[in-house]
T-cell receptor
Framework: DTEVTQTPKHLVMGMTNKKSLKCEQHMGHRAMYWYKQKAKKPPELMFVYSYEKLSINESVPSRFSPECPNSSLLNLHLHALQPEDSALYLC?????????????FGPGTRLTVL | GENVEQHPSTLSVQEGDSAVIKCTYSDSASNYFPWYKQELGKGPQLIIDIRSNVGEKKDQRIAVTLNKTAKHFSLHITETQPEDSAVYFCAASIRTYKYIFGTGTRLKVLA
C-alpha cells in the first residue's frame, strides 16, 4: 500500500482566516513533505520533516507553519494568507534508506484564498 | 544550478501509437530519476523510476531509458490508450529529500 491521504480535498478561506491542512500515511515512512503546485507547473518543495524534525524549510513565508505530531501525521497551519497562495498543496512521504528515496504523493488539497 | 529540461511540453498521439518524453538534467551527480503521472485534480502518481546504475527499465507498456554520458533520460509509452492522457513530470535527484522536476508534458491520446 502506497497511500498518502490528505484532508480536506478543497478549502476556501479568507485572508484573515486560520485553517489547517492534514496529511496521513501508514507506510512507516520517516520523511514527510509539503509541496505547493500552481496550475501547469511542477510541484515546489516547501518543507521536509525527517524523523518528526523539520529538516528543510525552503524559505517559505511564516504564514505557513508546518507541524509533525508523530511519524504518521503532518499538518500545515495557514494564517493570513494572500490570494497568490491559492494552489494545490501536496503532501508526500518516503522511506529513509540512505539512498535517494521514492516520494509518494497524496491527492492534494485545492486551496483558494479570497 | 540544478536544472531539468523536459520536452515536448505537449504531445498528441493517436490511440495505439507510442509516445516518448525526454528529459535532460544538468548535475552529473544525479542518481535517481522518477517519472510521475498527474491526472486532472489529482496528485502525482509514480509510474516508473530508474537509478543511475541501470540503463533501462520496463514495466508492461512503460519503459524508461537512461544515458548518463549525455545526461538524458526518456519515458516511452507503447500502445497508448485514452487513459494515458495526463501530465507527466520527470525528476532528478542527487540527494535525499530533494527532487528537481521537469516542467511537465501534457499528453493527449486521441481515440
Amino acid at each position: 500500500d502506497t497511500e498518502v491521504t490528505q484532508t480536506p480535498k478543497h478549502l476556501v478561506m479568507g485572508m484573515t482566516n486560520k485553517k489547517s491542512l492534514k496529511c496521513e500515511q501508514h507506510m512507516g515512512h520517516r520523511a514527510m513533505y509539503w509541496y505547493k503546485q500552481k496550475a501547469k507547473k511542477p510541484p515546489e518543495l516547501m518543507f521536509v520533516y525527517s524523523y518528526e524534525k523539520l529538516s528543510i524549510n525552503e524559505s517559505v513565508p511564516s504564514r505557513f507553519s508546518p507541524e509533525c505530531p508523530n511519524s504518521s501525521l503532518l499538518n500545515l497551519h495557514l494564517h493570513a494568507l494572500q490570494p497568490e497562495d491559492s494552489a494545490l498543496y501536496l503532501c508526500a512521504s518516503s522511506h529513509l534508506t540512505g539512498l535517494t528515496d521514492t516520494q509518494y504523493f497524496g491527492p492534494g488539497t485545492r486551496l483558494t484564498v479570497l | 544550478g540544478e536544472n531539468v529540461e523536459q520536452h515536448p511540453s505537449t504531445l498528441s498521439v493517436q490511440e495505439g501509437d507510442s509516445a516518448v518524453i525526454k528529459c535532460t538534467y544538468s548535475d552529473s551527480a544525479s542518481n535517481y530519476f522518477p517519472w510521475y503521472k498527474q491526472e486532472l485534480g489529482k496528485g502525482p502518481q509514480l509510474i516508473i523510476d530508474i537509478r543511475s546504475n541501470v540503463g533501462e527499465k520496463k514495466d508492461q507498456r512503460i519503459a524508461v531509458t537512461l544515458n548518463k554520458t549525455a545526461k538524458h533520460f526518456s519515458l516511452h509509452i507503447t500502445e497508448t490508450q485514452p487513459e494515458d492522457s495526463a501530465v507527466y513530470f520527470c525528476a532528478a535527484s542527487i540527494r535525499t529529500y530533494k527532487y528537481i522536476f521537469g516542467t511537465g508534458t501534457r499528453l493527449k491520446v486521441l481515440a
